[in-house]
């Protein structure tokens, strides 16, 4: 499985990729095979991302029991458990003050059922992109205290707003619950749990926000119970939150590993209950019919509550998690979706003049990309640096720039620390604003000092100029088409939830002919094609996103000669029969 030398030959493919081999010990995934009593292939799949023997059992059944934390190991999080628990005991008001985001509007949305079923009377605040920007602001905090709140709550935000916080004091406690990197001190408050934060011992930074609201949730009624609160009404279970918290893990590309990996299993199972109305509208919008997928959450789910945040109402997301009732939800999810195809053409727009731009940056060897335009939309300069760092494999930071002050995000490649170059910009006085974590961050500068901030994220991530202009493909198998069965595609899902750290499996099928192909979606961005081995067997193929390029091209081709193909098997479900669908990922001459 592990040959030397590229997988079928293949160098340079359609996409500019090379196509490797995963490493993996057949001799251990034959061990984990016969001790687990698994098939061959799963056993190797498990030996090839590091799951011993031992750890088959917690890999393939994640449960929370087995894998969820003690909440106090956060840091803070007992005094957190603590002012909340007093908060319900008195019946205060609260707000929670939460992100545009997905984990935004999740963690947003989980803390404020947590509370209001708890007998609080809650408020939410999400502030607007374009004229707050990210974070508490003073304006925002000082009303919310206005409004009579008595205890502030801040969600995936608040690790470094100081200034914005200190608002609150004499008039409203603040807890913040954030998993964004900090430095330095942070705000004066009464709580401020974040395992990112530097004195944080938890060894819990994998966590999204939504992760860490819903440990504080088990916090606080562990709290409530030892005070005998749960003797005078009944326990509300906080299980039938997964859903959120699996969303939120799956959209913010959070490691699928360990207690992420038993969130978003158990989470998926909570929402294929369809118990809360605004997840069960969104997926009817997406057309998801069968058991979500985390697919279905980071390309279904997750693109349309973001849309909101990026360039329409920034609380939309999180009213819609909210929505219990199904008429109104699917109101909300029907215009979600239409704010979706608004900012697709948006960024349409902007990723063109953003691709050129890069195209030249790349061609010199420069290890980081920095592009800017005038009146670039704010909303959707993240995704757009998301395809630049997938299409040129190397860090991409995308702004917009209005009145000559750039705004933008950025996107980092695997095992290079994005959000410390960022905000060692800032400190260095490069950047006004500035944040993150490694693999996203957020900023704003002068854009008279591009040329200086270029060049000094440049040299800290001068690592990224060794990478390819392609990230390599990894390979974990290769067979023939009739190999290519719903029995394999089935035993390869016995390992999902599929994510970051635990990437689907890819696998090569050699010298396939395209049959058959044609265009679907209004778009017409998706290829439905039929290939056949060259030892027999027909196998259904799909590419998404194939607009145009050589990929697209060979796949349509009609008396194309061999192509080797590598793709994801994928078990399909229609009415109780399952087949099985290649989804490809890229393709080379034979």
Known sequence: MADAGPVLGVARSLTGRRWVWRESEARLGLAIAQRAGVPELVGRLLAARGVGPEAVGDFLEPTLRAMLPDPSLLLDMDAAAARLARAVQAAETIAVFGDYDVDGACSGALMVRALRRLGCTVTHYVPDRLKEGYGPNPTAIRALCERGATLIVCVDCGIAAHEALAAASGRADVLVFDHHKAEGPVPIVVAAVNPNRLDCTSGLRHLCAAAVAFLAVVALHRVLRRAGHFTRTPEPSPLDLLDLVALATVCDVMPLTGVNRALV???????????????????????????????SLGFVLGPRINAAGRIDEPDLGMRLLLCDDPVEA????????????????????????????????????????????????????????????????????????????????????????????????????????????????????????????????????????????????????????????????????????????????????????????????????????????????????????????????????????????????????????????????????A
């Open 330 to 589: 699917r109101a909300m999810a029907e215009r979600l979706d239409q704010v979706n195809r608004r900012r697709q053409e948006v960024e349409a727009e902007v990723l063109g003049a953003a691709f050129a731009a890069a195209e030249v940056q790349a061609a010199a060897g420069l290890p980081v990309l920095l592009v800017t335009g005038e009146g670039w939309h704010p909303g959707v300069v993240g995704i757009v640096a998301g395809r630049l760092k997938e299409r040129f494999n190397r860090p991409a930071c995308v702004a917009g720039v209005a009145g000559g002050l750039a705004k933008g995000s950025a996107r980092s490649v695997p095992g290079l620390d994005l959000g410390a170059a960022v905000i060692a910009a800032r400190q260095a006085g490069l950047l006004e604003t500035g944040g993150g974590h490694a693999m996203a961050a957020g900023f704003s500068f002068l854009t008279g000092r591009q040329a200086e901030l270029h060049a000094f994220l440049n040299e800290r991530l001068a690592l990224a100029g060794g990478l390819p202009g392609a990230a390599d493909l990894l390979v974990e198998g290769s067979m023939a088409v009739p190999a290519a069965t719903a029995d394999l595609a089935r035993q390869v899902e016995r390992l999902a939830p599929f994510g970051a750290g635990n990437e689907e499996p890819v696998f090569a099928l050699p010298r396939a002919r395209v049959v058959r192909a044609d265009r679907l979606g209004k778009e017409g961005n998706t290829i439905r094609a039929f290939v056949e081995g060259e030892a027999g067997g027909r196998l259904k193929a799909i590419c998404f996103r194939a607009k145009e390029g050589p990929l697209a091209e060979a796949l349509l081709t009609r008396n194309a000669g061999q192509l080797h193909l590598c793709g994801q098997l994928r078990a399909e479900r229609w009415n109780d029969e399952v087949t099985v669908c290649l989804h490809v990922q890229d393709a080379a001459p």
């Open 265 to 295: 299993a158990q989470g998926l199972k909570v929402m294929a209950k369809r118990g809360h109305a605004g997840v069960a509208a969104l997926l009817d919008v997406g057309l998801v019919r069968d058991m979500p997928t985390a697919h």
